[in-house]
C-alpha cells in the first residue's frame, strides 16, 4: 500500500510541478535571500492559486520569522514556509485526525452538500466505501430528487461501494426522502447515513431555503442530526468557488470541506485561503476518479506534496 504522502503527492502532481519546482529553481537563481527572493516567492504563491492577499501576508510572515531564527538559505527558507501553512491549517495533526469518528453504537448523519459537478455523489460513494471498511454500516440517502440523473448516478456508486441507498421517484419531496432515509437507517440497523442534496435550483435562496428543511426534517426524524454537514469544493474552481461556499456555510453551517479533483488541477494552493476565508477544516481531498481516490487532509502530508520538487526523493 502507497504510503500518504506519496498517493497524495501523485495526485498533486500538478500543483506540486508548479509550486515547489518554481521555489527549488528560485533558490537556485537567487541564492541570497533578499526583497528579490521574497517578491518571487510571493509570485510563485500567487500563480498557485494561494491568492494575492493571503501570498503577501505568508511571505511576511516567513520573511520576519527568517529574521528572527537566522534563516540562512532557501532549503530553511521552504521549511520555514512549510511550517507557516501548516500553522495556517489549524497546526500540526500529531497523528490525529480532524474526522469525527462515528460512534459505531447510534445513528451518524452527515449531510453532504455542494454545487452540482462538484464531486458530491463521487464523494459519497468514496466515504460509504470507507466507513464500510472501517466496520460501519452506511446507507446512502438520495435526497437530491430535482436532478433525474442523480440518484442513479448515486445507484451506482452505491453498489460499486456495495451500500444500500433509499431513494424515491423524481420530483418527490426531498425532506420526505430525508425522513424515510433515517427511517430506513433505523430498520436496517445502519450506523452511518450520507444524504445527498441538491446543488442548484432556480435561485440561490431556493437552494439553501431546501437544504435548511432538509436540515430540520432529519433534526426531527433523528435528534442532532445532522452530525456532519461536508462542504465539497471543486480545486479545478479554486477560490471561484468561494462566495458560494460562504452562502453556504451562512445558511446551513458547515462542519467540514471536501477539495475534490487536487489530482487533475494546479491548483492545490487554493485550499490555503479557502480554509483562512471559512474558517472550517478541509477534512478530506479527493484524486482521482475511482473509489479509493479520497483520503484524509493531513496537513503535513499536504504541505510535503505541496512543497517537496518533484525531483525529490520519496521516502
Ligand atoms: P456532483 O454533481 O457534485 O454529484 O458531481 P459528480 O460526483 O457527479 O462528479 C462530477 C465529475 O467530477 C465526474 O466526472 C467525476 O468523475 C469527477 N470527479 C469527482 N471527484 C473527482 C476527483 O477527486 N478527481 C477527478 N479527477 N475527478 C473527480
Redesign the pocket.
Known amino acids: 500500500m502507497k504510503s500518504l504522502w506519496k498517493r497524495m503527492a501523485g495526485g498533486m502532481e500538478k500543483t506540486r510541478n508548479r509550486l515547489a519546482n518554481g521555489i527549488e529553481d528560485l533558490i537556485k537563481r537567487r541564492p541570497k535571500l533578499d526583497d528579490s527572493f521574497y517578491e518571487e516567492l510571493e509570485e510563485l504563491l500567487i500563480v498557485s492559486d494561494v491568492g494575492p492577499q493571503l501570498s503577501e501576508e505568508l511571505v511576511q510572515t516567513v520573511r520576519e520569522r527568517a529574521r528572527q531564527e537566522r534563516v540562512q538559505d532557501g532549503e530553511q527558507l521552504t521549511a520555514l514556509l512549510g511550517r507557516v501553512i501548516i500553522e495556517l491549517l489549524g497546526g500540526p495533526s500529531n497523528g490525529d485526525s480532524c474526522i469525527p469518528k462515528p460512534n459505531p453504537e447510534s445513528l451518524h448523519v452527515i449531510s453532504v452538500i ?1 454545487v ?8 459519497i460513494g468514496k466515504l460509504a466505501l470507507r466507513y464500510q471498511a472501517e466496520g460501519h454500516r452506511p446507507l446512502i440517502v438520495a435526497s437530491d430528487t430535482f436532478r433525474a440523473a442523480a440518484s442513479e ?1 448515486l445507484e451506482v456508486w452505491g453498489q460499486r461501494a456495495g451500500v444500500e441507498i433509499v431513494k424515491s421517484q423524481s420530483g418527490a419531496d426531498p425532506g420526505s426522502v430525508a425522513f424515510d432515509g433515517i427511517q430506513a437507517a433505523r430498520s436496517r440497523h445502519a450506523t452511518v447515513v450520507f444524504v445527498d442534496t441538491a ?1 442548484r435550483l432556480q435561485t440561490n435562496a431556493n437552494l439553501m431555503g431546501e437544504l435548511q428543511k432538509i436540515h430540520r426534517v432529519l433534526d426531527k426524524a433523528h435528534p442532532g442530526a445532522p452530525h456532519e454537514v461536508l462542504l ?1 469544493l471543486d480545486a479545478v474552481v479554486g477560490q471561484n468557488g468561494l462566495s458560494q461556499a460562504q452562502s453556504f456555510r451562512d445558511a446551513v453551517g458547515v462542519t467540514g470541506l471536501v477539495l ?5 488541477s494546479a491548483r492545490g494552493g487554493s485550499i490555503l485561503p479557502i480554509r483562512r476565508k471559512l474558517g472550517t477544516p478541509v477534512q478530506w481531498i ?4 475511482g473509489i479509493n ?1 479520497l483520503e484524509p487532509f493531513e496537513p503535513e502530508a499536504f504541505v510535503e506534496a505541496l512543497l517537496k520538487p518533484t525531483g525529490a526523493a520519496i521516502p
Open positions: 455542494g452540482n459537478g462538484v464531486g458530491k455523489t463521487t464523494t448516478q446543488g465539497v475534490t479533483k487536487l489530482d487533475g479527493g484524486i482521482g476518479e481516490d
